[in-house]
């Protein structure tokens, strides 16, 4: 089943309205492809080349809003937007998808380790 729906979208920089598609099961692999397929879009359309530090630069920024929000949630409430924090967290797991890529690394290989090894710290 896809659902889809339009809506506008700054994405580093760049406003474009994007096509959202919500798919209701996708393979981890499917969806790895999918973020680096976007995620190569947008580097045409800046004509960058992706390297392992500019993304990891651009997933500490991401944090940096991340965080600014929960302050301002505190803090400055007038500052305060729930869409921020979303979007960061949006942009953020985009980042890591990307970051693992140019590692060589499955996405699903790399979260199925991490249960493994969290099961077995359980005692699991």
């Known amino acids: 089943m896809v659902e889809q729906r339009f809506c506008k979208a700054k ?4 406003e474009s309205s994007l096509r959202l598609i919500k798919i209701k099961h996708m393979e ?27 993304v990891f630069n651009h ?19 007038d500052q305060y937007d729930e869409k921020e924090i979303e979007d960061a ?21 790399v979260i199925s380790n991490v249960i493994k090894e969290g099961e077995k710290r359980l005692g699991e």
Do not use: H
Not at 62 to 75: F, T
Not at 91 to 109: F, H, K, N, P, Q
């Open 59 to 77: 997933l500490v920024e991401e944090v940096g809003e991340l965080a600014r929000q929960y302050v301002n949630r505190e803090m400055r409430k």
């Open 28 to 54: 981890v692999k499917d969806f790895q492809n999918k973020i680096i397929e976007y995620d190569d879009k947008w580097d045409r359309k800046r004509k960058s080349v992706p390297n392992e530090q500019t």
């Open 89 to 109: 967290i949006g942009d953020m797991l985009v980042l890591l998808v990307r970051l693992a890529d140019l590692r060589g690394l499955d996405i699903e290989e």
């Open 11 to 14: 994405v580093w920089g760049f």
